[in-house]
């Protein structure tokens, strides 16, 4: 499937902003219409949602089914329950004598248009999860998933116009260069998921028309793993989450940084785990993910060559199939390649680092979108709380921040910004505008202290 020509994507543009000004996609009923169609649009198609996966990403069905279209239709569902607790009007409380001259209303209102970018790695769910989002806040979206899994693009592309209101809801398909075209559009809000590289050339682009921009990027996600740590629960939340999706999701496990007193049972857990989830060494289990192109799979291949660190466990690769193996890399030193960009695949670093060095290096590094901490030891969690930053943090597992429901999810710095998730998702949408109506004309004369000329005598209530 080719992409859209600037034709397509200028009818798409002029359609949504068409449809907005007319002020449909406010009304409650609109939404609620649109969030269960959206939901109809993942049950129908689960199954080839599942396959395109597997065709883009070798992954396992039962990921797609629960990571993909259970995540995403469980949240449409619970948008829907809170829909009109979360778009109420809120109302500050009366603190002053200002707030007697008139009651402020804070009204959420959708900001118009949004380009909705998506990334390959959870192709369905990262483009529909923010679509749910600004459809609760009355927003009208252009969607824009990933040109790197083609089959997910082009099942989306095909469902979404059969689904969805056509006119305030549109799917367009680009790569790089097109998107130079659809950037120079002045949306109202563009919600970006990927890379900080490409971040920055969408957030330029977003400037010109200073267009409010929510950022949801990666990083290098440590796991802290101290003495006090239970070391086999520990290995395994590590190990299955670089077994999930072949260790391309944001919040993976970059590295780890290790008590040097408990390493080598950590590695020994470690194995253990990992001959588990792939079914023994050298293996090819159907429900491991392949990495998603020769690019990135090049990329991590250069990376192990680069490496002055050990590995000692996995390292098997298939550049036809894109096969790569869980692969633990020991004796990995701070400035070593493995940790010098984001990995996004299955190369697992282990740093020997007791808990002070290891949160100077968390801290030497660009601030990451999670940080794990295994440690039984409170005081040691409040440090690495209070010592470091991170887009969030989860103790004594992994990504579990990112599932609570209504919390807000989100970088910090080189990880992104902005919220999404439960609400925080219908805020990154919305504006929020105060409106007041003054008092009735006839009170006016109570009001005269305000005019000048001013005295200590009117104003000294
Ligand atoms: P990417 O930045 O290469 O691509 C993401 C999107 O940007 C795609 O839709 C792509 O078409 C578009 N794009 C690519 N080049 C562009 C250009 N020059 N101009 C405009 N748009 C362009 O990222 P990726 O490789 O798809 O994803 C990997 C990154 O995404 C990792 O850093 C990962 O951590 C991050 N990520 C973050 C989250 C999150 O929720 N925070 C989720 C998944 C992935």
Same mark, same amino acid.
């Given at each position: 499937?080719?992409?859209?020509?600037?034709?397509?994507?200028?009818?798409?543009?002029?359609?949504?902003?068409?449809?907005?000004?007319?002020?449909?996609?406010?009304?409650?009923?609109?939404?609620?219409?649109?969030?269960?169609?959206?939901?109809?649009?993942?049950?129908?198609?689960?199954?080839?949602?599942?396959?395109?996966?597997?065709?883009?990403?070798?992954?396992?069905?039962?990921?797609?089914?629960?990571?993909?279209?259970?995540?995403?239709?469980?949240?449409?569902?619970?948008?829907?329950?809170?829909?009109?607790?979360?778009?109420?009007?809120?109302?500050?409380?009366?603190?002053?004598?200002?707030?007697?001259?008139?009651?402020?209303?804070?009204?959420?209102?959708?900001?118009?248009?949004?380009?909705?970018?998506?990334?390959?790695?959870?192709?369905?769910?990262?483009?529909?999860?923010?679509?749910?989002?600004?459809?609760?806040?009355?927003?009208?979206?252009?969607?824009?998933?990933?040109?790197?899994?083609?089959?997910?693009?082009?099942?989306?592309?095909?469902?979404?116009?059969?689904?969805?209101?056509?006119?305030?809801?549109?799917?367009?398909?680009?790569?790089?260069?097109?998107?130079?075209?659809?950037?120079?559009?002045?949306?109202?809000?563009?919600?970006?998921?990927?890379?900080?590289?490409?971040?920055?050339?969408?957030?330029?682009?977003?400037?010109?028309?200073?267009?409010?921009?929510?950022?949801?990027?990666?990083?290098?996600?440590?796991?802290?793993?101290?003495?006090?740590?239970?070391?086999?629960?520990?290995?395994?939340?590590?190990?299955?989450?670089?077994?999930?999706?072949?260790?391309?999701?944001?919040?993976?496990?970059?590295?780890?940084?290790?008590?040097?007193?408990?390493?080598?049972?950590?590695?020994?857990?470690?194995?253990?785990?990992? /001959?588990?989830?792939? %079914? !023994?060494?050298?293996?090819?289990?159907? *429900? @491991?993910? &392949?990495? =998603?192109?020769?690019?990135?799979?090049?990329?991590?291949?250069?990376?192990?060559?680069?490496?002055?660190?050990?590995?000692?466990?996995?390292?098997?690769?298939?550049?036809?199939?894109?096969?790569?193996?869980?692969?633990?890399?020991?004796?990995?030193?701070?400035?070593?390649?493995?940790?010098?960009?984001?990995?996004?695949?299955?190369?697992?670093?282990?740093?020997?680092?007791?808990?002070?060095?290891?949160?100077?290096?968390?801290?030497?590094?660009?601030?990451?979108?999670?940080?794990?901490?295994?440690?039984?030891?409170?005081?040691?969690?409040?440090?690495?709380?209070?010592?470091?930053?991170?887009?969030?943090?989860?103790?004594?597992?992994?990504?579990?921040?990112?599932?609570?429901? /209504?919390?807000?999810? %989100? !970088?910090?710095?080189?990880?992104?910004? *902005? @919220?999404? &998730?439960? =609400?925080?998702?219908?805020?990154?949408?919305?504006?929020?505008?105060?409106?007041?109506?003054?008092?009735?004309?006839?009170?006016?004369?109570?009001?005269?202290?305000?005019?000048?000329?001013?005295?200590?005598?009117?104003?000294?209530?």
């Amino acid at each position: 499937m080719g992409y859209s020509t600037p034709a397509e994507f200028d009818a798409a543009y002029r359609s949504t902003q068409a449809v907005f000004a007319s002020g449909l996609t406010k009304k409650k009923e609109w939404r609620r219409h649109q969030l269960k169609r959206a939901w109809w649009m993942i049950e129908d198609n689960k199954e080839r949602m599942a396959t395109a996966l597997y065709a883009d990403l070798h992954k396992d069905r039962q990921e797609t089914f629960f990571a993909e279209c259970g995540v995403t239709q469980s949240d449409i569902l619970h948008t829907l329950d809170k829909l009109d607790q979360w778009t109420q009007d809120e109302r500050p409380a009366r603190t002053n004598m200002l707030n007697f001259l008139g009651r402020a209303v804070v009204r959420k209102e959708p900001l118009g248009v949004t380009l909705i970018i998506g990334s390959w790695n959870f192709p369905i769910n990262l483009l529909l999860q923010p679509m749910v989002a600004a459809i609760a806040a009355g927003c009208a979206v252009i969607l824009k998933p990933s040109e790197l899994a083609p089959a997910a693009q082009k099942l989306l592309r095909e469902i979404i116009p059969k689904y969805m209101d056509p006119g305030a809801i549109r799917c367009v398909t680009a790569g790089p260069e097109e998107m130079q075209y659809v950037l120079t559009h002045r949306f109202d809000h563009i919600f970006y998921t990927g890379s900080p590289r490409i971040a920055r050339v969408i957030q330029t682009a977003a400037t010109k028309y200073l267009t409010p921009v929510t950022l949801e990027l990666g990083g290098q996600a440590p796991a802290i793993v101290t003495a006090t740590a239970n070391i086999d629960l520990s290995a395994k939340h590590i190990a299955a989450t670089k077994f999930m999706t072949a260790g391309q999701v944001c919040v993976n496990v970059n590295h780890v940084l290790v008590d040097p007193r408990v390493r080598d049972v950590l590695i020994s857990h470690l194995i253990q785990h990992f /001959d588990v989830f792939m %079914g !023994g060494r050298d293996t090819r289990p159907e *429900g @491991y993910t &392949h990495v =998603i192109n020769e690019h990135h799979f090049d990329r991590l291949e250069n990376l192990l060559q680069r490496t002055s660190g050990q590995i000692i466990y996995g390292g098997h690769r298939d550049r036809a199939t894109r096969f790569f193996s869980p692969t633990i890399v020991v004796g990995v030193q701070p400035g070593d390649a493995l940790l010098a960009e984001e990995l996004f695949g299955p190369i697992l670093p282990v740093v020997d680092a007791e808990l002070n060095t290891a949160i100077a290096i968390t801290r030497g590094m660009e601030h990451p979108l999670a940080i794990y901490g295994f440690t039984d030891d409170r005081n040691e969690q409040s440090r690495i709380l209070n010592e470091t930053q991170s887009g969030g943090v989860t103790f004594n597992d992994c990504m579990l921040h990112v599932a609570a429901r /209504d919390a807000p999810f %989100g !970088g910090i710095g080189n990880s992104g910004h *902005g @919220y999404h &998730h439960g =609400i925080h998702g219908l805020l990154a949408f919305s504006h929020l505008r105060t409106h007041i109506h003054a008092l009735p004309f006839w009170m006016e004369s109570l009001m005269e202290a305000r005019y000048p000329p001013y005295s200590r005598q009117k104003t000294s209530t």
